[in-house]
């Protein structure tokens, strides 16, 4: 699908404002976008809510980024190809604010996320390695891992990503439990 240049310009803007670390313009500048979107092109809205997320993150907006990065996944459920993928990204990063917020609704989203990458045929494997460290990491913060087989199994599975494309923290805090 063409994307109308007025929403080319206001995602350039978007994106330039937030190479330059102007978090707040460059919501706005998303904000804008996603007004001018065609609202039936629920693959590319519910992406730039994506955006919206990271921006609002970066900013220190936790609770909102929460906020865009649910949207996405409601937008985006149901959708086949590069949508389903995006959807697992939505909630994997759901996952991860959650987690450091100590809110057990981790649990849930990582459980998702995980599937969705699991289903998804074309997952990188540092993708499905990441979202395997995070569902462990919550499940284990909420004392949901049981036995020493879950982290062998959930290790089996992450330790043929490459390290370098790894969620260094989320590894980190699954390799600093045990």
Not at 21 to 26: A, E, L, P, V
Not at 57 to 66: D, L, M, N, T
């Amino acid at each position: 699908m063409l994307l109308n240049p007025k929403l080319v310009s206001l995602l350039r803007r978007a994106a330039a404002l937030e190479n330059q670390g102007r978090w707040d313009d460059s919501e706005a500048a998303y904000n804008d976008a996603i007004s001018a979107a065609d609202p039936s092109d629920q693959s590319l809205v519910g992406t730039l809510y994506i955006n919206l997320g990271h921006v609002a993150r970066k900013g220190g907006h936790v609770e909102q980024a929460i906020t865009y990065y649910q949207k996405a996944a409601d937008i985006l459920k149901g959708l086949k190809g590069e949508a389903f993928i995006q959807r697992a990204h939505a909630l994997w990063e759901k996952a991860r604010l959650l987690l450091q917020k100590d809110d057990p609704d981790a649990l849930r989203s990582a459980a998702e996320s995980l599937k969705l990458y699991r289903a998804y045929p074309n997952t990188s494997r540092s993708d499905l390695a990441d979202a395997v460290a995070l569902d462990f990491v919550v499940r284990l913060f909420f004392r949901r891992v049981t036995a020493e087989s879950e982290f062998t199994a959930a290790w089996r599975e992450i330790r043929d990503a490459q390290c370098a494309s790894l969620a260094r923290h989320i590894v980190f805090e699954f390799l600093s439990n045990y």
